[in-house]
């Protein structure tokens, strides 16, 4: 998708609707694998360069965001891709596979969870 402000200001808006349904603090969203380089070594260490193969990236220690607009190709995809960010912040100890993506879905239907923090 080709990002302009309306768009940027449709992801920031969704990130933060998402953010607040799964409970978590609202991340930094970067939209270019430009930005990406430019951010401190150190926070985009391991998916750096590799970055822009991805739709998107979580750096989870540094509650940041990478959605990779300009390879994604529709408004579902990048749906999907803030949820799916979303869901590794919210569930850091999940990797991908059945649940993870069970999570997803719900997350898109507009489940809410709550905060990590509570629960024992
Ligand atoms: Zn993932």
């Known amino acids: 998708m080709k990002i302009d402000p309306d768009l940027k200001l449709q992801i920031l ?11 978590i603090p609202e991340p930094h969203v970067l939209l270019t ?14 998916r750096r360069t590799s970055a822009h193969k991805y739709y998107g990236v979580s750096y ?5 965001v990478f959605i990779n607009v ?8 990048l749906e999907n891709t803030i949820v799916h960010e979303l869901i ?19 997350g898109l239907h507009g489940k809410t969870f709550p905060s990590y923090q509570k629960r024992k």
Do not use: A, C, W
């Open 88 to 106: 590794h912040m919210r569930f850091p100890y999940l990797s991908h596979g059945k649940r993870f993506n069970k999570l997803v879905r719900r």
């Open 60 to 64: 989870l220690q540094h509650n940041l």
């Open 13 to 23: 808006e969704k990130v933060g609707i998402y953010s607040s349904r799964f409970s």
């Open 33 to 46: 694998t430009r930005e990406v380089l430019e951010m401190p070594k150190e926070i985009t260490t391991g």
């Open 70 to 77: 300009k390879k994604i190709p529709d408004e579902k995809t």
